[in-house]
């Protein structure tokens, strides 16, 4: 198993003919994923890397199947196009683009609401089941099969933590880099649901950073729910109050944003918390013992 996607999600680029969407399905079709076509209005009834073009996502998902989408489409679309794989059924939508108003996320968010489709993103590197399915902008590459769920606001960070891990003999089971925006498709707590339910994942490694309140939201439920392993990191120890830092959603806000005192409260609810980033590999190993 896995969560998210998997070798049977039937995957479609929306924004496909641009050039990095063109780039980032060639590297998926690389290692095994199912695109079977793409979104690019005006262009409908083309063939683009040996793959159908449709004007819309509904035509892609009635004559695809398709029941995941990438969306790599500018800023100012980004919206309607999210509500246009909504709308067509699509299941998991991964949202790359980076920039997206907060106010249309806001949009987005309502228009969710009656919906069971789950957002990945904006400002996502996306996700990843290893050897199956990737679904984002990851070097599929760094990632080995195994049994270890890792899920992230910063992108960077979860390479990072994937090739420690990779090192120290351990694999995962899928990656979700959830984006650093003050508002995403989706959050920490809906994302351990997922994994606690996975039988092929036995820890889980969560990524945070300053700003907001999710990690602390997740771990409060992990610590009377998940019977798994729940390691955590909290990145910006050294940000100063009020400048957002890398990500737009990294920004204290009061005392409770800082990451002493977030790394503080996940302690509290029994949270293996890794104090530097150098050492989460070793932490996520111990915590199996």
Known sequence: MSILVNKDSRVIFQGFTGQHATFHAQDAIR???QVVGGV????????????????TVKDAVVQTGANVSVVFVPPPFSADAIMEAIEAG??????????VPVQDMVRVKRYLIGHDAIIIGPNTAGVITPEECKVGIMPAHIYPKGRIGVVSRSGTLNYEAVEQMSELGLGISTSIS??????????????????????DTDAVLMIGEIGGSQEVEAAAWARD??????????AGATA????????????????????????????????????????IGKTVQGSLK
Do not use: W, Y
Request: net charge neutral.
């Open 90 to 99: 699509i299941k998991v939508i991964v949202v790359i683009t980076d920039g």
């Open 240 to 279: 100063p109050p009020g400048r957002t830092m890398g990500h737009a959603g990294a920004i204290i806000s009061g005392e409770a944003d800082t990451a002493q005192a977030k790394m503080q409260r996940l302690v509290e609810l029994g949270v293996s918390v890794v104090q530097n980033a150098a050492e």
């Open 225 to 234: 729910h998940l019977k798994k392993p729940l390691i955590g990191f909290i």
């Open 40 to 55: 690019t209005p005006g262009k409908g009834g083309q063939t683009h890397i040996d793959r159908p073009v449709f004007d």
């Open 31 to 33: 290692i095994g994923t």
């Open 178 to 199: 959830i984006g650093g925006d003050p508002v995403n498709g989706c959050d920490f707590l809906t994302l351990l649901k997922k994994f606690a339910e996975d039988s």
